[in-house]
């Protein structure tokens, strides 16, 4: 049996010169997946209903919209090699409130945290294409195979990606110390050592990497999150830097500073629920019991 990086290095160099064509592909797919794949429709359905304050009907379309999004970054993948980025940003985003990310311009570290929505990976590089070498860490992924191929495609136009491990933290933590960027997800804690913080009228854990990252570099805080227009375009929206607080409990700054983000993910994730691409059970996984 084939491999799904066999057919991805297969079909790539195609996606990249048809994109249109492998959307409107990626769409049917997901559209069928969704038929097809009980346990994950029903997850994405359980993702859904908080956000979409338990109206049944309305989750189950986010979560049709969630998984044509999940198909479509794949495509993304694919396409990035062939990018310039240095015209994607004027090409394919619609920004809002541009004017924030002259923080970006600045001397010195800065964390830039996003969610899985959209395409935040794609939008953080768009942005930070101005001259500031960045860094970001993403899910550590099986098989080896796989895990591989899409570091390549994500490090293709000249960010540093890196998996969640000893070796990805270290490289990280030497970008933050030579005043380059880091680029983090905050809405999932892949670790397992999170903070709980309310969201959604729960309480779940966020993971504490962003936040302490901040704090012991006393960096600022960007956050920016995406949203998939159509195909490969993009809304992105940029909120106000903020910096995590410094006092003898470093617990309750990072506590502070999750649960101020977590606020902001939380207005995005209302006005459009189908953008959040997690397929594992949410609210599951992350609860605090």
Partial sequence: MMSR????KSMQPVAARFPGLFYRIASATAWVAWRLKRKTRRRLIRNMLPLC???LAAARQASKAAMRNVAQYYVDLATLPGRKMSAFEAEHLEVYHGGRLEILAEPGAA???SAHTGNAELAIQALTFRGRPFVALVEALEPREWADYLLQLRSSTGGA???ATFSGMKALL???KAGHLAGVMGDRDIQGSGVCVPFFDREVKLPRGPWELARRFDAPLLPVFSARKRRGHFRVY???AFRVERTEDG????RRAAARYARLLEAHLRREPGQWTVLEDYWRVHSCG
């Fill in 251 to 254: 617990d309750e700054d990072v």
């Fill in 174 to 176: 030497d970008a933050m």
């Fill in 161 to 163: 990606f890196h998996e």
């Fill in 111 to 113: 964390v830039v945290v």
């Fill in 5 to 8: 990086t066999w057919w991805m």
């Fill in 238 to 240: 940029v909120e106000e």
């Fill in 53 to 55: 304050d338990g109206d």
